[in-house]
């Protein structure tokens, strides 16, 4: 890891400031760099199958019950949120359309990417952080495996292409969720729910949704990773790391969920110039 | 690429072509250094005990030896070659001619003792299950683990047991070069002695090169060929060397030099009021 220069023990607001500025900087360097180094381990070559399946399977298999439920969740609290202004204005056939909308582009993904941050990404920190302290990783080194591309390679390809998969899986459950409200208990026609949800939504926003949880799993496995990787001592390191990584991603979400709707809406204006209106 | 492989001629692998060299190597954590302008040549083919008080820094070095951590000053080097002049490639063949037994012993906890023992065979060789599981039971069996226990995991071993499987686990791809770090602390005394012949054993298949680092004199006594001694920097002043003692394992022990009589004979006299006060 990079040092940070050492500024002098001066505690006035304006040196903290300074110094968390340098040490973010820092952080967002070295955070870079591994990310890199990821990249080209995965060019040259990926780990046994066997560490790979069995990494795939704890990430991927065993999520699905955390992200149906939270995919579940969204879209009955969106229909039960939403019923009441679509039915001032006499549009409640258009709920659906609204609903499976928000879920496609925004909140199916950036939600499932936070509950796997917190199931996935805490997990892992703690598990390379508990390596890290107890040697796991020195004897990986010692025993000729790169510890990042053993550990971390795995890791990353697993989030970067089943975390879309399960946003998907979230995004399908929520609509099923959403309608299920809508339809049996608030009593809207089915029929025109899914004739105004395909007339509004289009292929271009499940691409939206889905080409940010690609970038989401990879932020979440690469700051769990590093935080894992850059784990302090002991029991209360581990602790540290576990927190940190769920902290982090999750403004790395944000952060990402922001300027990739900033670059998808841009997009969408240059393919498409005349917008077509929900109402 | 072209390999230089003369390194490894075996008639020229005589003892006395160095192995490993440390050369004014000092390490700093944070504000405390715990090794001060080490210079150390490891010899082909020699067996060297590396001793020293808790906490005076033989961890540390042996990792650094190993480059599993980095010197803050000074260098290393490979077979007569620096560690800072090779490529990452060429570092991680040379890596593999190294075993490493961890103090913490330092098991991979979410696999078998099996699996443990079996990593470097899997990871570095292209042998079959049954070549791999026939190695990984005759290691087994050279530091006295049952068959039973190749299944276990490391969280069930006793502390002891640990230690072995590290060992097994060290030995198992035949290193060049072992280091040693306590082999024998936690084990009863008989167990010590069958880790001791285990070293000798290993020892005589040449060209091994061993170091042992160890608080176990009657190790010294059965395996050195040399003896070094580290001194915990605290108790030093800023221009004595850290190392206070080279030679034999019969020299250390009629040393006249207090530090190295009192360590080797173990007696403690106003140590521990020293301690207190340092
Ligand atoms: N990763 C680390 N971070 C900070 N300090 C460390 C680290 N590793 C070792 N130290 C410090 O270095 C010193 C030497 O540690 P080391 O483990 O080498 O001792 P040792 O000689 O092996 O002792 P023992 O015989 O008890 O194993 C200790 O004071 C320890 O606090
Ligand atoms: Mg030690």
């Given at each position: 890891?990079?040092?940070?220069?050492?500024?002098?023990?001066?505690?006035?607001?304006?040196?903290?400031?300074?110094?968390?500025?340098?040490?973010?900087?820092?952080?967002?360097?070295?955070?870079?760099?591994?990310?890199?180094?990821?990249?080209?381990?995965?060019?040259?070559?990926?780990?046994?199958?066997?560490?790979?399946?069995?990494?795939?399977?704890?990430?991927?298999?065993?999520?699905?019950?955390?992200?149906?439920?939270?995919?579940?969740?969204?879209?009955?609290?969106?229909?039960?949120?939403?019923?009441?202004?679509?039915?001032?204005?006499?549009?409640?056939?258009?709920?659906?359309?609204?609903?499976?909308?928000?879920?496609?582009?925004?909140?199916?993904?950036?939600?499932?990417?936070?509950?796997?941050?917190?199931?996935?990404?805490?997990?892992?920190?703690?598990?390379?952080?508990?390596?890290?302290?107890?040697?796991?990783?020195?004897?990986?080194?010692?025993?000729?495996?790169?510890?990042?591309?053993?550990?971390?390679?795995?890791?990353?390809?697993?989030?970067?292409?089943?975390?879309?998969?399960?946003?998907?899986?979230?995004?399908?459950?929520?609509?099923?969720?959403?309608?299920?409200?809508?339809?049996?208990?608030?009593?809207?026609?089915?029929?025109?729910?899914?004739?105004?949800?395909?007339?509004?939504?289009?292929?271009?926003?499940?691409?939206?949704?889905?080409?940010?949880?690609?970038?989401?799993?990879?932020?979440?496995?690469?700051?769990?990773?590093?935080?894992?990787?850059?784990?302090?001592?002991?029991?209360?390191?581990?602790?540290?790391?576990?927190?940190?990584?769920?902290?982090?991603?999750?403004?790395?979400?944000?952060?990402?969920?922001?300027?990739?709707?900033?670059?998808?809406?841009?997009?969408?204006?240059?393919?498409?110039?005349?917008?077509?209106?929900?109402? | 690429m072209s390999i230089d492989f003369s390194h490894f001629d075996l008639s020229a692998a005589a003892?006395?072509e160095p192995v490993i060299e440390?050369?004014?190597?000092?390490?700093?954590?944070?504000?405390?250094?715990?090794?001060?302008?080490?210079?150390?040549?490891?010899?082909r083919?020699?067996?060297?005990?590396?001793?020293?008080?808790?906490?005076?820094?033989?961890?540390?070095?042996?990792?650094?030896?190993?480059?599993?951590?980095?010197?803050?000053?000074?260098?290393v080097d490979w077979f007569g070659k620096a560690l800072r002049q090779r490529s990452e490639r060429d570092i991680h063949r040379d890596r593999l001619k190294f075993?490493?037994?961890?103090?913490?012993?330092?098991?991979?906890?979410?696999?078998?003792?099996?699996?443990?023992?079996?990593?470097?065979?899997?990871?570095?060789?292209?042998?079959?299950?049954?070549?791999?599981?026939?190695?990984?039971?005759?290691?087994?069996?050279?530091?006295?683990?049952?068959?039973?226990?190749?299944?276990?995991?490391?969280?069930?071993?006793?502390?002891?047991?640990?230690?072995?499987?590290?060992?097994?686990?060290?030995?198992?791809?035949?290193?060049e070069i072992?280091?040693?770090?306590?082999?024998?602390?936690?084990?009863?005394?008989?167990?010590?002695?069958?880790?001791?012949?285990?070293?000798?054993?290993?020892?005589?298949?040449?060209p091994?090169?061993?170091?042992?680092?160890?608080?176990?004199?009657?190790?010294?006594?059965?395996?050195?060929?040399?003896?070094?001694?580290?001194?915990?920097?605290?108790?030093?002043?800023?221009?004595?060397?850290?190392?206070?003692?080279?030679?034999?394992?019969?020299?250390?022990?009629?040393?006249?030099?207090?530090?190295?009589?009192?360590?080797?004979?173990?007696?403690?006299?106003?140590?521990?009021?020293?301690?207190?006060?340092?």
């Open positions: 890891m990079a040092s940070v220069p050492a500024l002098k023990p001066t505690n006035t607001l304006v040196h903290q400031l300074g110094q968390t500025v340098v040490e973010m900087t820092v952080a967002v360097g070295d955070l870079a760099l591994f990310g890199a180094q990821v990249v080209r381990l995965i060019l040259t070559g990926l780990p046994r199958r066997g560490v790979m399946t069995q990494t795939f399977y704890e990430i991927g298999v065993r999520s699905i019950p955390v992200v149906g439920v939270t995919g579940l969740f969204i879209g009955m609290v969106l229909a039960i949120q939403a019923y009441d202004q679509f039915h001032f204005l006499h549009m409640e056939t258009k709920l659906g359309a609204a609903i499976n909308a928000s879920l496609v582009r925004e909140l199916g993904p950036t939600l499932a990417a936070v509950m796997l941050a917190g199931r996935v990404g805490s997990a892992m920190a703690a598990e390379l952080g508990t390596m890290r302290v107890t040697e796991q990783i020195d004897a990986l080194k010692a025993l000729g495996a790169n510890p990042i591309q053993y550990l971390v390679v795995p890791r990353f390809l697993a989030c970067f292409l089943l975390i879309p998969l399960l946003t998907a899986i979230a995004d399908a459950i929520g609509i099923l969720g959403g309608w299920m409200i809508g339809s049996q208990v608030l009593g809207i026609d089915s029929f025109y729910w899914w004739l105004h949800s395909k007339e509004f939504i289009a292929i271009y926003d499940v691409q939206c949704g889905l080409t940010k949880s690609f970038f989401f799993g990879g932020a979440i496995a690469l700051v769990s990773c590093y935080q894992g990787f850059h784990c302090g001592a002991g029991a209360e390191g581990v602790g540290q790391a576990s927190t940190r990584s769920f902290v982090w991603s999750f403004i790395a979400i944000l952060v990402l969920d922001f300027f990739l709707g900033v670059f998808q809406s841009g997009l969408y204006y240059v393919l498409w110039p005349d917008p077509v209106s929900l109402f | 003892f006395g440390l050369r004014g190597v000092s390490r700093v954590f944070g504000t405390q250094t715990v090794l001060r302008d080490i210079s150390l040549t490891v010899q083919g020699e067996t060297l005990a590396v001793i020293g008080e808790s906490g005076c820094g033989k961890s540390v070095m042996l990792k650094i030896m190993m480059k599993m951590l980095e010197p803050s000053h000074g260098d075993g490493y037994l961890f103090q913490s012993a330092a098991l991979f906890d979410s696999m078998t003792v099996f699996e443990n023992v079996a990593f470097g065979l899997r990871h570095n060789t292209g042998m079959s299950d049954s070549q791999i599981t026939q190695i990984v039971h005759e290691r087994l069996r050279d530091v006295g683990l049952p068959q039973s226990a190749s299944d276990k995991k490391p969280a069930e071993l006793s502390g002891g047991m640990k230690k072995r499987v590290g060992l097994a686990r060290a030995l198992a791809l035949n290193p072992v280091l040693y770090d306590e082999p024998t602390t936690g084990l009863d005394p008989i167990m010590t002695d069958i880790i001791n012949e285990l070293i000798l054993r290993t020892c005589e298949r040449q091994v090169t061993s170091i042992v680092v160890t608080h176990e004199m009657s190790t010294v006594r059965k395996v050195a060929d040399r003896v070094v001694m580290l001194y915990p920097l605290s108790r030093l002043q800023p221009d004595e060397p850290q190392i206070v003692f080279v030679g034999t394992a019969a020299e250390a022990f009629s040393s006249s030099d207090p530090r190295v009589s009192q360590f080797v004979h173990g007696q403690a006299r106003e140590r521990l009021q020293e301690l207190a006060a340092a």
